[in-house]
Nanobody
Framework: QVQLVESGGGLVQAGGSLRLSCAAS????????MGWFRQAPGNEREFVAA????????QYGDSMKGRFTVSRDNAKNTVYLQMNSLKPEDTAVYYC?????????????????WGQGTQVTVSS
Protein backbone atom coordinates (compact mmCIF):
# COMPACT_ATOMS: atom_id res chain seq x y z
CA GLN A 1 0.00 0.00 0.00
CA VAL A 2 1.31 3.43 -0.95
CA GLN A 3 1.70 5.89 1.89
CA LEU A 4 2.60 9.55 1.60
CA VAL A 5 3.63 11.59 4.63
CA GLU A 6 4.06 15.35 4.42
CA SER A 7 6.17 17.41 6.79
CA GLY A 8 7.66 20.86 7.08
CA GLY A 9 4.55 22.96 7.48
CA GLY A 10 4.23 25.65 10.12
CA LEU A 11 3.72 29.32 10.84
CA VAL A 12 5.78 31.86 8.92
CA GLN A 13 5.62 35.59 8.37
CA ALA A 14 4.76 37.05 5.01
CA GLY A 15 7.84 37.14 2.81
CA GLY A 16 9.32 34.12 4.51
CA SER A 17 10.09 30.63 3.23
CA LEU A 18 9.20 27.06 4.03
CA ARG A 19 10.28 23.74 2.58
CA LEU A 20 7.76 20.94 2.55
CA SER A 21 8.75 17.30 2.21
CA CYS A 22 6.70 14.29 1.22
CA ALA A 23 8.10 10.85 2.00
CA ALA A 24 6.64 7.95 0.04
CA SER A 25 6.58 4.29 0.93
CA UNK A 26 5.15 1.30 -0.90
CA UNK A 27 5.03 1.08 -4.67
CA UNK A 28 7.86 2.23 -6.94
CA UNK A 29 8.31 5.93 -6.33
CA UNK A 30 10.56 6.64 -9.29
CA UNK A 31 8.01 5.44 -11.85
CA UNK A 32 5.42 8.09 -11.04
CA UNK A 33 4.98 11.82 -11.27
CA MET A 34 4.22 13.57 -8.01
CA GLY A 35 2.13 16.60 -7.27
CA TRP A 36 1.33 19.16 -4.59
CA PHE A 37 -2.10 20.60 -3.98
CA ARG A 38 -3.49 22.90 -1.31
CA GLN A 39 -6.84 23.59 0.25
CA ALA A 40 -7.87 26.60 2.26
CA PRO A 41 -11.06 26.57 4.38
CA GLY A 42 -14.12 26.94 2.20
CA ASN A 43 -12.12 26.56 -1.01
CA GLU A 44 -11.66 23.79 -3.53
CA ARG A 45 -8.42 21.83 -3.50
CA GLU A 46 -6.06 23.78 -5.76
CA PHE A 47 -3.15 22.60 -7.90
CA VAL A 48 0.21 23.89 -6.70
CA ALA A 49 2.96 22.03 -8.54
CA ALA A 50 3.87 18.75 -10.17
CA UNK A 51 7.04 16.98 -11.21
CA UNK A 52 7.54 14.14 -13.67
CA UNK A 53 9.02 10.80 -12.71
CA UNK A 54 12.56 11.87 -13.62
CA UNK A 55 12.27 15.44 -12.40
CA UNK A 56 12.85 16.68 -15.93
CA UNK A 57 9.46 18.31 -16.27
CA UNK A 58 7.62 20.52 -13.80
CA GLN A 59 4.36 22.45 -13.73
CA TYR A 60 3.10 25.18 -11.43
CA GLY A 61 -0.15 26.88 -10.64
CA ASP A 62 -0.25 30.45 -11.93
CA SER A 63 0.03 32.12 -8.53
CA MET A 64 3.01 29.96 -7.54
CA LYS A 65 5.22 30.53 -10.58
CA GLY A 66 8.49 32.19 -9.66
CA ARG A 67 7.97 31.64 -5.93
CA PHE A 68 7.64 27.87 -5.50
CA THR A 69 9.99 25.12 -6.68
CA VAL A 70 9.17 21.43 -6.78
CA SER A 71 11.94 18.83 -6.77
CA ARG A 72 12.41 15.18 -5.99
CA ASP A 73 15.06 12.73 -4.82
CA ASN A 74 14.21 9.28 -6.14
CA ALA A 75 16.95 7.69 -4.04
CA LYS A 76 15.14 8.95 -0.92
CA ASN A 77 11.59 8.44 -2.22
CA THR A 78 10.92 12.06 -1.36
CA VAL A 79 9.42 15.04 -3.13
CA TYR A 80 9.95 18.61 -1.95
CA LEU A 81 8.21 21.93 -2.30
CA GLN A 82 10.34 25.00 -1.66
CA MET A 83 8.10 27.99 -1.03
CA ASN A 84 9.59 31.48 -1.05
CA SER A 85 8.07 34.96 -0.77
CA LEU A 86 5.09 33.52 1.03
CA LYS A 87 1.88 35.52 1.21
CA PRO A 88 -1.06 35.28 3.61
CA GLU A 89 -3.15 33.89 0.74
CA ASP A 90 -0.81 30.89 0.63
CA THR A 91 -2.27 29.76 3.94
CA ALA A 92 -3.76 26.30 3.45
CA VAL A 93 -3.31 22.62 4.11
CA TYR A 94 -0.79 21.31 1.60
CA TYR A 95 -1.13 17.79 0.25
CA CYS A 96 1.23 15.70 -1.80
CA UNK A 97 -0.12 13.12 -4.19
CA UNK A 98 1.13 10.37 -6.44
CA UNK A 99 0.18 10.49 -10.08
CA UNK A 100 -1.46 7.63 -11.95
CA UNK A 101 1.42 7.81 -14.45
CA UNK A 102 4.87 9.13 -15.20
CA UNK A 103 3.88 12.53 -16.59
CA UNK A 104 3.04 15.49 -14.40
CA UNK A 105 -0.56 16.64 -14.39
CA UNK A 106 -2.54 19.46 -12.81
CA UNK A 107 -5.91 17.80 -12.26
CA UNK A 108 -6.99 16.02 -9.10
CA UNK A 109 -8.16 13.05 -11.16
CA UNK A 110 -4.57 12.58 -12.38
CA UNK A 111 -3.65 11.40 -8.87
CA UNK A 112 -4.65 8.29 -6.98
CA UNK A 113 -2.80 8.41 -3.65
CA TRP A 114 -2.84 11.35 -1.24
CA GLY A 115 -1.11 12.25 1.98
CA GLN A 116 -2.85 13.59 5.07
CA GLY A 117 -1.62 17.12 4.54
CA THR A 118 0.48 19.64 6.44
CA GLN A 119 -0.73 23.05 7.57
CA VAL A 120 1.00 26.17 6.29
CA THR A 121 0.00 29.46 7.88
CA VAL A 122 1.40 32.76 6.65
CA SER A 123 0.87 35.75 8.91
CA SER A 124 0.72 39.31 7.64
Amino acid sequence: QVQLVESGGGLVQAGGSLRLSCAASGGTFSRYAMGWFRQAPGNEREFVAAISWSGGSTQYGDSMKGRFTVSRDNAKNTVYLQMNSLKPEDTAVYYCARSRGAAAGSLRRDYDYWGQGTQVTVSS
